[in-house]
């Protein structure tokens, strides 16, 4: 497979992202030409596999490198302030300084948390990102945003920050659980309801019906299709963030089902969903409420139903559940105003959305009763 290099053109800020079968036993030559220090901290979880972890370290010792391996509990419950501290106390203790580098080995959460460490440690230090699930590949590494979680909510403490680089290997999804690519899938599936408004396109046809046509060979890991999706995912969102590094404007609609999804995952304290399959959920709900505002007809929501059930992704919440803490929770969104809610909604056709605000809890809840 040859070598696929998208952009993320932010200025001063620019970097690649660079996607390649087996590029991690190459990576240490990528990230040698970023003229950085030579101590490197490679965090990661216990769930990603040894294998992925090592490349990298073999790599960089390659090239001159000084490389600690720091392994974090996996879990979204683990993104937390304690775990933020790990980093930061590991660091500290191995005496990193501001010319050297934390580099995520792992999926969303262990770039959210590294990425947060990297952009408060001695006010900033480089920042690496390596993902090895679809969630990291096709989303969390790509963009700067960085958080943790607390207990009342999701990603409320945070940082934008951009990495150095960001290396992917489609190889690493080889030894992900079913479960775990559809994590990913949750978050694909967004990028094909929003491509239209992001003005980029999908060769001659448009994301959706891919996914829709591609779906047998996707599911099992046909190396072709998966290099699509993840390289469409992810220049999707480069040419979303580089037009709006800060969510001031369009960034915003890379949101979409992500209001419900926090606080559902919030909720049953992210244990029963992953993020995917509340994005999943989310997607499905912020589709019934475009129908109610009167945005899409009724074949386009049961349409996005139908793909996010093909997928074996969920499309509602199990009963039972507390609907007035799922609300609670999500009014603590930030993209909400004046104690409303502000939410990306579907429009007009698939791969159409825009921002609608002002709307009041009483227009949500029912969406969740008629589960």
């Known amino acids: 497979m040859s070598e696929k290099i998208i952009k993320v053109n932010l200025k001063e800020k620019s970097y690649n992202i660079f996607i390649k079968e087996n590029i991690l036993s190459s990576s240490g030559n990528y990230i040698n030409q970023l003229n950085i220090g030579k101590k490197i901290l490679l965090v990661t ?5 040894s294998i992925w972890v090592q490349k990298v ?3 960089l010792t390659k090239k001159g490198f000084k490389t600690f391996v720091l392994v974090l509990q996996s879990g979204e419950e683990n993104k937390d302030l304690s775990t933020l501290l790990k980093i930061t106390n590991f660091a500290i203790k191995n005496k990193f300084e501001r010319s050297d580098s934390f580099c995520a080995v792992g999926g969303g959460v262990i770039s959210d948390l590294t990425g947060f460490a990297a952009s408060i440690y001695y006010r900033g230090i480089n920042f690496i990102c390596i993902p090895t699930t679809l969630l990291g590949m096709v989303d969390a590494a790509i963009g700067g945003k960085t958080s943790i979680n607390i207990k009342e909510g999701k990603n409320l403490l945070g940082t934008f920050y951009q990495p150095r680089i960001v290396i992917i290997d489609p ?26 408004t992001a003005k980029t396109r999908f060769s001659k046809n448009n994301f959706f019906k891919f996914l829709k046509s ?18 469409y995912s992810a220049f999707v969102k480069a040419q979303v963030v580089s037009k709006d590094e800060k969510e001031s404007n369009l960034r915003a609609i890379l949101n979409l089902g992500h209001t419900f999804a926090h606080g559902i995952e919030q909720v049953f304290n992210y244990k029963k969903y992953t993020h995917g399959e509340a ?15 009167n945005l899409i007809s009724k074949q386009m929501l049961d349409s996005v139903i139908e793909l996010i059930s093909d997928y074996g992704l969920p499309s509602k919440l199990e009963q039972p559940f507390n609907l007035n803490k799922i609300i609670k929770s999500m009014l603590l969104d930030k993209k909400n105003k004046d104690g ?10 698939i791969g159409k959305v825009k921002i609608v605000s002002d709307i009041l809890v009483k227009d949500v809840k029912p969406l969740f009763q008629s589960f």
């Open 214 to 231: 591609k779906r047998k060979k996707i599911l099992k890991l046909n190396t072709k299709e998966l290099l699509q999706i993840i390289y």
């Open 340 to 349: 409303k809610f502000r939410f990306i909604l579907p429009i007009d056709k």
């Open 279 to 293: 994005v999943s959920i989310g997607l499905c709900l912020a589709s019934k409420l475009a129908f109610k505002e």
């Open 57 to 59: 370290k073999e790599s």
């Open 171 to 196: 190889r690493t999804l080889k030894t992900l659980s079913k479960r775990e690519l559809l994590v990913g899938m949750g978050e694909v599936i967004k990028y094909a309801l929003l491509e239209k």
């Open 45 to 49: 979880q216990n769930k990603v596999p």
